[in-house]
């Protein structure tokens, strides 16, 4: 019983001596130690004015582990910790960043199923996510990628309907709808019809026809 108290004793010095240098935050952390062995009012009493000093400090730390998280790819992660934060902390920016990441979480997601559709031929499926990921981000990379399945479907005039809406000109003139002999994909009527997007439209790299997003 003897040794238990001392134990105690010796938390609430280390508690008391923090709180008293204004380390609210560590001292926090021993007087929780405290109260889960010996309960008292004084401890309630201490830990709500750590609890009180340490708001700010607890929201910034989940803010500046938020950041990390995302840095190292960790979307969930870093939604859990700004989610945290906004316990602590009066910023509407948490909330944006918020739906920001759950909206990249999303979008990562009908990717990859847009990418493993396309690999293994599905070339419809593919095309209508990569347009969905377009609605959703207006990335101009994920529309010129839907236009391209839409070819690779045989879909000619949903090609030239993405096309057309992505704004790039002549896109039959482009690597990405040329079939393995160099064999333009549209027909000759599609063709003349494709001539008809507007003049100053983006030109798309080859790349965006021969690899997915």
Known sequence: MAGKKKKIDAILKRAHKLFDAQNYLLAEK?????????????????LDICRQK?????????????????KNNALQEAISCFTRAQ?????????????????????????????????S?????????????????GQQRFCIRSGVCHVKAGNEDQ???????????????????????????????????????PHGAILVHSHFFSQPC
């Open 87 to 119: 316990q602590f902390l009066d910023d509407p920016g948490l909330s944006e960043k918020i739906q920001e990441l759950e909206q990249q979480l999303q979008v990562g997601s009908i990717h990859e199923t847009a990418g493993n559709a396309e690999k």
């Open 121 to 137: 031929g599905d070339y419809g499926t593919a095309a209508a996510l990569y347009e969905q990921i377009w609605q959703e981000t």
């Open 159 to 197: 090609a030239i309907r993405i096309f057309h809406q992505s704004g790039t000109r002549n896109p039959f003139q482009h690597p990405g709808i040329h079939g393995p002999e160099g064999k333009n994909l549209l027909s000759p009527g599609q063709k003349k019809r494709s001539v008809l997007i």
């Open 54 to 70: 340490t708001r700010s400090e607890k929201g910034k730390m989940l803010v500046k582990k938020g950041h990390s998280a995302i």
């Open 30 to 46: 021993e007087f929780e130690k405290a109260r889960k062995k010996a309960p008292s009012s004084d401890i309630d009493e201490k």
